[in-house]
């Protein structure tokens, strides 16, 4: 027996998404396959002293008439962009949660910082105000996990409440530790994926200052460019996605619309440096073997990948040379980008927003293009699907998240 065959098998029966391109899954993948760029001139803060004026800010408000207009104040930007990504993803998956149920359904929504904006807010009422001017919900508002929480409370569920903090790679881990609590039995669904909120002052001035983020001041929209030869850092982006995974006996029995198949996962670490992947990339190789393992297949068995490049310097070729390592030969005919040319670096979110994605595109048999791919770097070579959305007839896909502290995930997702 197989390692995939002796566990209960998972599916996705509701996505919800809020990103740069869009405030809903159907308007994030609208722009995604038109190879739209959602990154702009940053709004939420004055940029004119910072190195950096431009990121992926969400279009539009967040509508929160479902909740209370008291709570809905306390709420940092983290929880709020979540909470319209879960309302999305369960009302796809018509998954009703009552008596019946809500204690063998959980959450699992990561953050990879929590609620940057309202500690700055903090600091600022303590500085210029003094430590009575603190708000006092400013520590519940903050802590990474209160977005699981939250989304708890407002939707009465009662069974397993995590929430996974692994920088870039939370959301991929997000989702697939929540399919191996179904998998094992601990829980019938999940409500998995992650959300970022990191356009702020602070955040730009903390990344800008490693020279991790772009600088095309001039030129917004052309700045996030994976595998280009002129790239020049990432741009930081904020948003949230959320999957409703279920085992997929029970999903079936209810009718549930079944929108993909969680195959395979794995998460490894480089043991090497806080902020740069390793030379080599084993960590990234062996993190992708052993989802392959995990979900019995082959390398060749993978008709698109979605990569985790987020047009750094250093990163990008990392990653290409550990698909070559990993898939050999079969690269030359694997179909890889980059969508964090259009939406930016999501962070926490990113493998997230990449997974729903990626179910969108077994869904539509379209895979959505790397934008801004005009001079493709010699050392990252790889079949890229470059500034055109690329039909295809794709069984299995494979998403990378890689994020600081040389954390590495893998998902792999195949048709129902």
Not at 215 to 220: F, G, H, L, M, V
Request: overall charge negative; charged content about 20%.
């Amino acid at each position: 027996m197989t390692a995939a065959s002796a566990r209960r098998s998972v599916v996705v029966t509701g996505v919800g998404c809020a990103s740069p391109l869009g405030a809903t899954l159907d308007t994030t993948w609208s722009a995604a396959a038109a190879g739209e760029s959602g990154i702009r001139a940053i709004t939420r803060f004055d940029s004119s002293e910072y190195p950096v004026h431009f990121a992926g800010e969400v279009p539009g408000e967040i509508d929160l008439s479902d909740v209370p207009a008291k709570e809905a104040r306390r709420l940092d930007r983290t929880i709020v962009l979540a909470l319209g990504a879960t309302r999305e993803a369960l009302q796809g998956s018509k998954l009703q949660i009552d008596d019946s149920n809500r204690t063998r359904v959980g959450v699992a929504v990561g953050s990879g910082i929590g609620g940057l904006e309202t500690i700055e807010r903090g600091v600022e009422a303590l500085v210029t105000s003094g430590p009575r001017r603190v708000q006092p919900f400013m520590i519940p508002m903050t802590i990474c996990n209160m977005t699981s929480g939250y989304i708890a409370i407002r939707h009465g569920i009662q069974g397993l409440n995590l929430c996974h903090v692994s920088a870039c790679a939370t959301g991929s881990h997000a989702i697939g530790e929540a399919a191996r609590a179904i998998e094992r039995g601990d829980a019938d669904a999940m409500l998995a994926g992650g959300t970022e909120a990191p356009v702020t002052r602070i955040g730009v001035s903390g990344f800008a200052a490693m020279r991790a983020l772009s600088t095309r001041n001039d030129a917004p929209q052309l700045a996030s460019r994976p595998f280009d030869a002129d790239r020049d850092g990432f741009v930081m982006g904020e948003g949230a996605a959320v999957l409703v995974l279920e085992a997929e006996q029970q999903a079936r029995a209810r009718g549930a619309p079944i929108l993909a198949r969680v195959l395979g996962y794995a998460g490894t670490a480089d043991a090497a440096n806080i902020a740069q992947p390793t030379e080599d990339a084993e960590g990234a190789q062996r993190c992708m073997r052993l989802a392959l393992e995990d979900a019995d297949l082959q390398p060749n068995d993978v008709g698109y990948l979605n990569a985790h490049a987020t047009s750094t310097p250093a990163g990008d070729p990392t990653e290409a040379r550990a698909i070559r390592a990993v898939f050999g030969s079969h690269a030359d005919q694997l179909p890889v980008s980059a969508t964090k040319s259009m939406t930016g670096h999501l962070l926490g979110a990113a493998g997230a927003v990449e997974a729903a994605l990626c179910v969108r595109s077994l869904e539509t048999g379209l895979i959505p293009p790397t934008i801004n791919l005009d001079q493709p770097d010699p050392a990252c070579e790889l079949l890229h699907v470059a500034n055109q959305a690329m039909e295809a007839k794709l069984s299995v896909v494979l998403s990378n998240s890689f994020g600081f502290g040389g954390t590495n995930a893998a998902l792999i997702f195949g048709r129902p």
